[in-house]
C-alpha cells in the first residue's frame, strides 16, 4: 500500500486537495454539439448561424479563446462573456516527453460547477503496435509480433499517430493489475472533458483532421461502458464536430456487458470499434484478476459481443495482458486460442507485457514467455500482435496513470 508521503504527492498531481479557478457563473460551451449551440445563439436573439460558427471555431480550428473567434464580432464576444459563456477545454498543464517520442500529458479537466480533477492522456506517435484494432499495418519500424527494442527518434516528423484519451478520473472496476484501479473512482469526466482532451492534443501537434493520420483510443484511465452517455457523447462531437472518423477510434472495455449491448445499438456512422479486456484464458483466473468477471462472465461478455454488428474487415480486439507465471504460460495461449476460436469472432488478439507499479505484486513477464504465447496464438491461426511499449523511460502507457507518482518523485 502507498506510503503517507508518497498519497500526498499522488493527491497533489489529481489536485484533489486543491480547487480549480473560480467557477461563478461560467458555463462551459466546450462539449456541446453544433445543434445546442445554434439553440444557445438564438436563446440570445442571435441568428442561428452564429452557433455553426461557434462549433467551426472550437471543435475545427480549436480556438480556446472567445477573443479569437475571428467570425464574431466585438459586441457579441462581449455578450457572450458577460453571460459567463466559456469556451475553454480541458488543459494540458504538465507534459512528459519519452525518447521513443511518448508523450504523456496531465490534463486539468474542469467540469461546471465540479472539482478540478487531473487526468492523463497519452500522445504515441507511429502507433502503438497494434492495439488500434483497425487491422491495418504498424507503422515504420514497427513489427506485427516478434520482440523489438524500442528505437530512438526525436524527429518531430510522424505518419502515423494514436491519442490515448481517459473517461473518468480513476476507475470503480478494481482489476488486481492495474495501477488506475488503485485510486477508485474519483469522477467520471463530461463530453467536453473527453473529447477536450483529444482535441488539446490534436491543437499541440498541429494534426491536420483529414490530411494526418490520427487514431484515438479510448484506454486511458477508467471504464467508458460505466460513463456510456458521456463516453458516447464525446464519440459524436468527434466524429460530426471534430471531424475523426469513428472506423480510427477504439473503445477498450473490461467487459460491461450492458454497455456492450448498449454499444451495439448505435449507429456504425458514430460506432468505433471494439476491444475487449480479456486478459486471461479462463472464468477462474479471470475472476481472480477482474472482480468484474463474477458477474459478467466471460461467455456473457462473448454473447453481448456478438451483438455488434461488425463493418466488413473490422475485427474485434481481445486485449490480453502477460503476467508473469500468472497468464504467460504455453498452456494459458492455447486455451485462449480455442476461446477465440470457439467464439467464431473475427477477432485479434493484441498482447501487453504487464507494466509494473508500486503496491501490485505481479512480475514483467520475460521476452521468451511473451514470444512462445505469440507463437502459440499464430500456430492456431489467431491473428495475434504484440503491443510495442511506449515511453517506458516516462511511465506513459495508457491506464498508467499510478506511474505518476515516480515520474514525479524522479522529476
Ligand atoms: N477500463 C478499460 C479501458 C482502460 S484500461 C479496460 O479495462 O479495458 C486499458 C487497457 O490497459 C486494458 O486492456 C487493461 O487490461 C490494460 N492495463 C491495465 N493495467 C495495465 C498494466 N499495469 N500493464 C499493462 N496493461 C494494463
Ligand atoms: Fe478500470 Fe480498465 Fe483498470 Fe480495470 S483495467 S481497473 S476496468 S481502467
Redesign the pocket.
Known sequence: MLGPAVSAHFNQLLRLDTNGPEEGSRTPLFGLDAEALRERMVEIGEPRWRGQQLAEAMYRQRVADLEAISTFPKTLRGRVRELGWVIERPEIIEEFVSNDGTERYLVRCLASGGAAQTVETVWMPEGDGGEVGDGSEAGRGEVAGGAQADREHRDEEWQRATICVSSQAG?A???QF?L??KLGLQRSLTPGEIAGQAVSVLDRHQVAIGKDRVNLVFMG???PFLNYDNWMSAVRLLVNEVGISPQRMTV?T?GIVPGIERFAEEPAAVRPKLAI?LNAPNDDVRSDL?P?NRKWSIEAVIDAVRKVQLRPRERLTFEYVLLHGVTDQLQHAREVARLVRRSGLPAKVNLIAWNPGPGIAYGMPQADAIERFRRALAAEDVPVYIRRPRGRDIYAAC?QLKRTIEAGKNA
Open positions: 476507475c472496476v478494481n482489476c492495474c488506475t484501479a484511465m477508467g471504464e477498450s473490461s479486456s477482474m468484474i491506464g
